[in-house]
């Protein structure tokens, strides 16, 4: 089984910044990549960003240069490091990992950006 811990949401005026953590533990190995999501109310959920095993990086377009995702390896650990935030970026962010043909979820963690 695997377990992702999410920490480091909360509410930010617009422009500010926020750092999320998501913190994997369990059957992590073969893991193929690591990433966020996030779901606003009434919306799908979104990939935002995620980032592979050999340190590959993917951005949705709205996020491009105001997010970066980073890993730490040996704390089993991926970042999201968010800035300039907008109040379009309001929603739930949830942690996910994908492992051979399976994804796993955290419970999410709720950023709320005020105008």
């Known amino acids: 089984q695997v377990q992702l811990v999410e920490s480091g949401g909360g509410l930010v005026q617009a422009g500010g910044s926020l750092r999320l953590s998501c913190a994997a533990s369990g059957s992590i190995f073969s893991a193929n990549r690591m990433g966020w999501y996030r779901q606003a109310p009434g919306e799908q959920r979104e990939l935002v960003a995620h980032?592979?095993?050999?340190?590959?990086?993917y951005y949705a377009n709205s996020v491009k240069d105001r997010f970066t995702i980073s890993g730490d390896n040996a704390k089993n650990t991926v970042y999201l490091e968010m800035n300039s935030l907008k109040p379009e970026d309001t929603a739930v962010y949830y942690c996910?990992?994908?492992?051979?043909?399976?994804?796993?979820w955290g419970k999410g963690t709720q950023v709320t950006v005020s105008s």
């Open positions: 980032i592979t095993s050999g340190g590959s990086t």
């Open positions: 996910n990992l994908h492992r051979l043909v399976l994804d796993y």
